[in-house]
């Protein structure tokens, strides 16, 4: 019957909620490890008394924090994936013995808030410049980057890119995010050039300028140097984004190519757009998820603070003080 109850699910993150397929791997790995530890721990017991037992989910979330060494954005990852389970079951007309979840005093964790690793206006153009210089195939690279800077796209969007999805003539590309949640973004002028020369470039002995030469039937626009798509792991995006980055000299722990996206939401507050503009414009369906850019917000305050405040300057000359007050003790 356990079985049921998890097939029912996925067949409706799939079908109903339309999820892609890497998060529907994940929501399955991470219930069956669920259902194995109920299992194990209750194993004569169906999944009605894990509904009516809190004490099941708080024994599983002990075991992820304190055996598993699991961290709190992890733990509460798994947390929001069973909340979703039990929810969906306590709704189901098929699953009338349901009644209850014990999800209902289960609270996600804490987590310290940290500023996003990105890039700065420097760093971006050094970045640039340098796929051109250290590229072995810097037409498309420099392509490939410049439409992640110019976008702010996660990195399956990136690898998954059709040529349907792309006006080179308007200026825009159509992207898909999480749960085929469709938005219009706008390329700049030097990444919508970029994508064009690579479009447009054909075969090239010099394969610095070589462009988009499919050996296989695809409309994938960014194809690796086999004439196909990259993987949708975006594993080898990945790996090409870091040996770019360390060969151009702006490689930091922790950079990845979804640093980008954060370097592009840090670069247009920056700049002036707002957050809720910004909340469209990534595609995040909270704007809790977009706040956590307004670091560079409370950056540029602190930066006016410095420079604008009367007694920014104003040092006490300390050895002036101590020159008076040496005088005087005579």
């Given at each position: 019957?356990?079985?049921?109850?998890?097939?029912?699910?996925?067949?409706?993150?799939?079908?109903?909620?339309?999820?892609?397929?890497?998060?529907?791997?994940?929501?399955?790995k991470?219930?069956?490890?669920?259902?194995?530890?109920?299992?194990?721990?209750?194993?004569?017991?169906?999944?009605?008394?894990?509904?009516?037992?809190?004490?099941?989910?708080?024994?599983?979330?002990?075991?992820?924090?304190?055996?598993?060494?699991?961290?709190?954005?992890?733990?509460?990852?798994?947390?929001?994936?069973?909340?979703?389970l039990?929810?969906?079951?306590?709704?189901?007309?098929?699953?009338?013995?349901?009644?209850?979840?014990?999800?209902?005093?289960?609270?996600?964790?804490?987590?310290?808030?940290?500023?996003?690793?990105?890039?700065?206006?420097?760093?971006?153009?050094?970045?640039?410049?340098?796929i051109?210089?250290?590229?072995?195939?810097?037409?498309?690279?420099?392509?490939?980057?410049?439409?992640?800077?110019?976008?702010?796209?996660?990195?399956?969007?990136?690898?998954?890119?059709?040529?349907?999805?792309?006006?080179?003539?308007?200026?825009?590309?159509?992207?898909?995010?999480?749960?085929?949640?469709?938005?219009?973004?706008?390329?700049?002028?030097?990444?919508?050039?970029?994508?064009?020369?690579?479009?447009?470039?054909?075969?090239?002995?010099?394969?610095?300028k070589?462009?988009?030469?499919p050996?296989?039937?695809?409309?994938?626009?960014?194809?690796?140097?086999y004439?196909?798509?990259?993987?949708?792991?975006?594993?080898?995006?990945?790996?090409?984004?870091?040996?770019?980055?360390?060969?151009?000299?702006?490689?930091?722990?922790?950079l990845?190519?979804?640093?980008?996206?954060?370097?592009?939401?840090t670069?247009?507050?920056?700049?002036?757009?707002?957050?809720?503009e910004?909340?469209k414009?990534?595609?995040?369906?909270?704007?809790?998820?977009?706040?956590?850019?307004?670091?560079?917000?409370?950056?540029?305050?602190?930066?006016?603070?410095?420079?604008?405040?009367?007694?920014?300057?104003?040092?006490?000359?300390?050895?002036?003080?101590?020159?008076?007050?040496?005088?005087?003790?005579?």
């Amino acid at each position: 019957m356990i079985k049921t109850y998890l097939e029912s699910y996925i067949y409706h993150i799939s079908i109903e909620r339309n999820l892609t397929k890497g998060t529907i791997t994940i929501y399955k790995k991470e219930l069956e490890n669920f259902l194995a530890f109920f299992s194990s721990t209750w194993p004569d017991h169906g999944l009605v008394f894990a509904c009516e037992h809190e004490e099941v989910v708080k024994k599983y979330l002990y075991k992820l924090v304190v055996i598993d060494k699991n961290n709190a954005r992890t733990v509460n990852r798994k947390t929001t994936i069973l909340r979703g389970l039990f929810n969906y079951l306590i709704i189901a007309k098929e699953f009338p013995e349901i009644k209850l979840t014990p999800m209902l005093n289960i609270r996600s964790q804490k987590i310290e808030k940290n500023i996003p690793i990105f890039l700065t206006l420097e760093e971006c153009e050094q970045f640039l410049y340098g796929i051109k210089f250290f590229s072995r195939y810097a037409l498309r690279d420099y392509a490939i980057f410049q439409v992640f800077l110019s976008t702010g796209a996660r990195l399956s969007e990136i690898s998954k890119l059709e040529l349907c999805q792309v006006n080179i003539q308007v200026g825009t590309i159509k992207l898909y995010g999480k749960g085929r949640k469709e938005r219009l973004v706008a390329l700049t002028e030097s990444a919508a050039e970029a994508l064009k020369q690579y479009l447009y470039s054909g075969d090239n002995k010099d394969l610095s300028k070589k462009g988009r030469v499919p050996k296989t039937d695809t409309d994938i626009v960014f194809l690796n140097k086999y004439g196909r798509g990259f993987d949708e792991s975006g594993k080898g995006i990945y790996m090409l984004f870091r040996d770019l980055t360390k060969r151009c000299g702006v490689y930091k722990p922790g950079l990845s190519p979804h640093k980008l996206r954060h370097t592009f939401a840090t670069l247009l507050l920056s700049n002036g757009c707002n957050v809720v503009e910004l909340q469209k414009l990534l595609g995040h369906s909270s704007l809790n998820s977009t706040e956590i850019y307004t670091h560079i917000l409370d950056e540029d305050m602190l930066n006016k603070v410095r420079n604008s405040h009367p007694l920014n300057k104003k040092h006490i000359n300390d050895d002036f003080v101590s020159k008076i007050k040496n005088g005087k003790d005579k």
